[in-house]
Structure formats: structure tokens, C-alpha cells
């Protein structure tokens, strides 16, 4: 297409050339003359210099032509309030904006913001990085209001908008307003997973584990989560509803009952799984259930071997102490170095006041494991046999092996406060 244009100019310049060469010289030697009168007005010219007049007031047409209607149009640099200009301001604001955001300017972030949103035809993400803004300066207010105008201006992002709005209420504490505007877009979006992840998010922040428990068959359907971090989640769940039941206002009764009913809820797969079997376990034996606890940990121990399990059984009072000590003293056979088992059959044996036989398990627990609770167990052992400087000492050891397990930092706190 340029080269035909630029054969074009070339024909069009020969072609001048020639008319010049062959009419221009004759023309040129009869000037002509050009006479106009008209009301007192005269004027009068040769005819080449009447041309060059026409010319030149054609030209100055054609510019102002052109100056008008480049301060109209979006594309003229010359007129600073045209598009072009709006659009600059634009990306100059949002890129300083959200620059201030990410680098915790509020104040600045949210000045940019706005004025970025209010010349935006696309405002959405300029409003939601405002409020965010206006949300972190404490103008909670100011913050629902930027989310409102955006859902003005682009209605048809109300759920964006609407997840905006309750993480930024979860930021603030506002735990049941989160709820209802999540529940809000549940009603209207079932199957989106930004919304049933949020809601599983504050489920487990505000420790609501029925409502989790009730979640998590969606989750699993519309596959919102991987399979390992669901188990997971499921695992959290069970063992926080087992807390909270084992934990429930009223008397022992009506919280055993409570926690039973959980239990009873729970799959078979899940009664099978360690940690789960240790909270129903250590919360049946707060409740005074400690027959039902030992009968459950050791059906499950015959099959599975566990060494926590192994550690909580110690702890229980059984119906029959001598069948629990004698079911124990079965698994030594198996794990004779286990530091853990040997620490339950001291304990077993302390219940059964088997003064001789508990000294010497937790002796022998105490050569493959120096443990703080063993410690403290043969101690309190000693101290009743007489043997008071032996005791001492253990309970000592004991506080050195505590101190031991505490992380550096709490150390540092504790050497501060005592200097």
C-alpha cells in the first residue's frame, strides 16, 4: 500500500512538472488581473497573486479546521481533559495506588484509589483495593461505602465485591456479619468455591465445628479442596467437636452423653484413627468414664500398636486393674525397650500400689529414656519409700528436662524477667 502511494506522488509531481513546462511559461508572461468592487470596497490584484491569496486563506480554513477539531477529538495531545489524558491519569493513580497498598501507605492508597475509580469505566478493582485501604485505617464506614459504589457502578460483579466485603468483616472481628453475607452468596452461588472455602475458613476460625462438620459433604462434591488437606480438615473438625462436647456446660452426665453421641457419629473409619481415639479417650476419662476409656484403647492397642495410646493408658483406672496391668505387660513382650510402655506399667503398678514392681519399671524406663513425667512419677515414689535426696534430685532433673523442651524464646522472657 506505500508503494502505491509513493508511485502516485511521483506521477503527480511529474506530472506538475510538465503542465509547468508547457503551459506555465506562456501563463507567465500574461499576469492577468483581477478587479473586485463592491460597496466602497475595491480590490484588485494580478491573478497569480489573487491565487496565492485564495491559497492562503484555504490553508488557514484547513488549520483552524484541524485545531478545532483536535481539542474535540480523545486523540489530541493538545487538549489536557481528553480521554487519552483521562486514561493516563488513570493508570498513573492505580499504579501509585496499589504500589502505596502493597507497601502499607493507606492514606495514599486510598487517595489514589478513589480517583483512580472514579475515572475508571472498569472501577471494580480500584474500589475493592479502597476499601481494603479504608478498611486497615479503621474507616469501616468509608470502606462499606467504597464497596457499595462499586456495586453501583458494576452490579454485575456482586460476588467479588460481596467476598471482599466479608473478609474485610472477618479482619474487623465482625465474625457474624461475615457469616450472613457468606450465607447470603451460599443461598445464590452453591457450587462456588471461593465462597465455601471462606465459610470453611471462618467455621474454623471461630471454632464452629458442627457447622464445619455440616460443610465439609460440599466441599468434598464440588471438590474445593485436595483429598489430603480434606482429611485433614475432617480430622480438625471431629477432634474440635469432641473437645467442645466432652467440654459442654451442664453436669458430667449430660456432657459424657453429649460426648458419647458425637463418638457414636463419627465413622468406623475415623474410631481407627489414633488421635481421634486419644481425645474421646483422655475426654471420657475427665468425665469419670475411665472403665469405658481402657476398655476402648485396649481393643484398639491389641491390633495397633501406638505409642501415645500406649502412654494415655497408664493414666486410666480400669474395672480390672490386674487384667489392665497384666494386658500391658503382654505388649513388653513385643517392645521390651519401648521408654513409653514402661512408664505405663510403672504407673499400673503404682494404681495397684505394686510399690516394688513400679520402682523398677520406671528405673528401666528411665535408661532408655530420660523422660520428665518418669521422672516425676519415680520421685513421687521415692518421697513415699523415704528416700528423700534420691527424690529430690529426679524432681529436679525433671525441671532441667521441662526447661529443656521450652522454645528460646519463652527462655529469654523468663531470664529477662529475673534479671
Partial sequence: MKRLYWLLLILALVAGVAS???????????????????????????????????????LLVYLLRWSLRALVTSGSLLNPWSRLHSRRRVRLASEQGFLDLAEGRWARALRHLKQAASSSPQPLSYYLGAARAAN??????????????????????????????????????????????????????????????????????????????????????????????LSELERQAW?????????????????????????????????????????????????GAEGEAEELLRQYLKQHYDVALVRLYGLLRGRDLNKQLQTAEGWLKQHPQDAGLLLTLGRLCLHSQLWGKARDYLENSLTFQRHPETCSELARLLAQLGELERSNSLYQEGLRLLDARLCPVALSAVNALEQ
Fill in 20 to 58: 509547468l513546462l508547457l503551459f506555465g511559461l506562456p501563463l507567465a508572461e500574461h499576469k492577468g488581473y483581477v478587479l473586485i468592487a463592491f460597496q466602497g470596497f475595491r480590490y484588485e490584484s494580478s491573478l497569480w497573486a489573487f491565487v496565492a491569496l485564495v491559497l492562503v486563506l484555504w
Fill in 239 to 287: 477432634r474440635g467437636r469432641l473437645l467442645q462436647a466432652g467440654q459442654a456446660g451442664g453436669d458430667a452426665q449430660t456432657a459424657l452423653t453429649t460426648l458419647q453421641q458425637a463418638w457414636q457419629a463419627m465413622s468406623a473409619a475415623q474410631h481407627q484413627q489414633p488421635e481421634l481415639l486419644a481425645v474421646y479417650a483422655e475426654q471420657l476419662r475427665q468425665l
Fill in 136 to 229: 486497615q485505617l479503621g474507616h469501616y464506614e468509608d470502606s462499606d461505602g467504597l464497596l457499595e459504589q462499586a456495586l453501583n457502578r458494576q452490579p454485575q460483579a456482586e460476588l467479588a465485591i460481596a467476598l471482599q466485603h466479608a473478609e474485610l468483616q472477618l479482619a474487623r472481628g465482625q465474625t457474624d456479619a461475615a457469616l450472613d453475607t457468606l450465607q447470603a452468596m451460599r443461598s445464590r452461588h452453591p457450587h462456588h468455591h471461593l465462597v465455601l472455602r471462606q465459610l470453611q475458613q471462618l467455621y474454623l476460625q471461630s471454632g464452629d465445628w458442627s457447622a464445619l462438620l455440616g460443610l465439609l459433604p460440599d466441599l468434598r462434591k464440588e471438590k474445593a479442596l485436595g483429598n489430603a488437606e
